[in-house]
């Protein structure tokens, strides 16, 4: 399945504008590679049906970091992931249809995917994709992004926000940026120390 799905499906090459290039040449199968923004701008979308296949399908494989031993490859199956992130989505981070996810988190992570993409889909939220480093080009840039795309929710490890606390720790940067918007703040992976818990409250 694998294997079939690496050669024949299409895929998107988005240019990022800091990065000026061309995209598409001679050299690329155009039937395979397509560019975002023209395939945005396209006047007519095809339609296809739906496929249905058992809950048990294999969804991805998620691998532990290796931090306690070899990495792990856990295979996750479509219907118990949609269940378990649709529950947690809802109840324990609190995002609905009218929410803004954010999760300074890098993708690639386990919860990355989970929480950046499958959950707020599942939830039919919106959510902010961030690549970059919460440090970069200040220890205020996270507090930008929950200004500038006015979000509801953040999901944020305990670790990622000891290190903005460790630059910011008067919270200047945070008492600069508009952030009446976030109305739920998880913070997740370690246990939260009381020092970090009590400088975000």
């Keep these: 399945m694998c294997k079939k799905a ?4 299409p895929r998107l090459i988005y240019q990022r504008a800091e990065l000026k290039g061309i995209l598409l040449d001679d050299t690329i199968d155009e039937e395979k590679y397509h560019d ?21 399908q294999p969804l991805c494989v998620s691998y ?27 109840n324990i ?9 954010f999760a300074a988190c890098n993708m690639a992570w386990d919860v990355g995917h ?22 970069y080009p200040d ?19 305990i670790s990622t926000l000891r290190e903005v606390k460790q630059h910011d720790y008067d919270g200047e940067l945070i008492k600069n940026a508009e952030t009446d918007s976030l ?4 913070l997740v992976g370690e ?8 400088w975000i409250h």
């Design 183 to 186: 109305k739920t703040l998880c």
């Design 139 to 157: 220890p205020g840039v996270i507090w930008a992004v929950v200004e500038q795309h006015k979000v509801t929710n953040m999901y944020i490890n």
């Design 36 to 56: 975002y923004k023209t395939f945005l701008e396209e006047d007519e979308w095809d339609e296809d049906d739906c496929d249905f296949f058992p809950s048990t």
């Design 64 to 90: 532990t970091s290796g931090a306690t031993g070899p990495p792990k490859g856990i295979m996750r199956d479509h219907g118990g992931t949609a269940v378990a992130l649709n529950y947690a989505m809802k």
């Design 6 to 9: 690496n050669k024949d499906c």
């Design 114 to 135: 989970n929480f950046m993409v499958y959950g707020p889909l599942l939830r039919c939220a919106k959510t902010v994709i961030w690549e970059g480093d919460c440090l």
């Design 93 to 101: 981070f609190n995002v609905g249809e009218e929410s803004v996810h």
């Design 191 to 198: 246990r939260g120390d009381p020092d970090t818990v009590n």
